[in-house]
């Protein structure tokens, strides 16, 4: 999937077509993701870090999505996720890496 859905030149008007198409790159990059695409990791990673394409900004989420893309060995994620970590708290890290545990635990077992 790569970063092919993060516009580098987004209107600053928005139709609910726009919105629309939004919620389906975001929901297309879950199905993705819950296959174990790093690259949709770290597009969910840039979409909440930035509250960009119809979500809102969560870094605990961000964090969340970039580690899990770092894990699977996404470059950029690992940068990402340290950038936004000066950014959290260390309850809001521990939070993030628990959420990430528990998506690769779901998402292990739907694999089975």
């Known amino acids: 999937m790569g970063t092919a859905w993060v516009h580098e030149n987004e209107s600053a008007e928005t139709t609910s077509a726009d919105v629309a198409g939004e919620d389906m790159l975001v929901a297309n990059c879950l199905t993705a993701a819950a296959q174990g695409d790093t690259d949709a990791y770290y597009d969910l990673g840039v979409a909440f870090s930035t ?3 119809g979500v809102v900004c969560d870094l605990v989420e ?3 999505w970039f580690n899990l893309a770092a894990v699977g060995g996404h470059d950029e994620a690992q940068f990402c996720r340290a950038e936004i970590s000066d950014e959290m708290t260390a309850r809001e890290i521990a939070e ?3 959420r990430a545990r528990e998506w690769l635990s779901m998402n292990s077992r739907k694999a089975a």
């Open 51 to 53: 509250g960009s394409h």
């Open 62 to 64: 961000a964090h969340k």
């Open 96 to 98: 993030a890496q628990r």
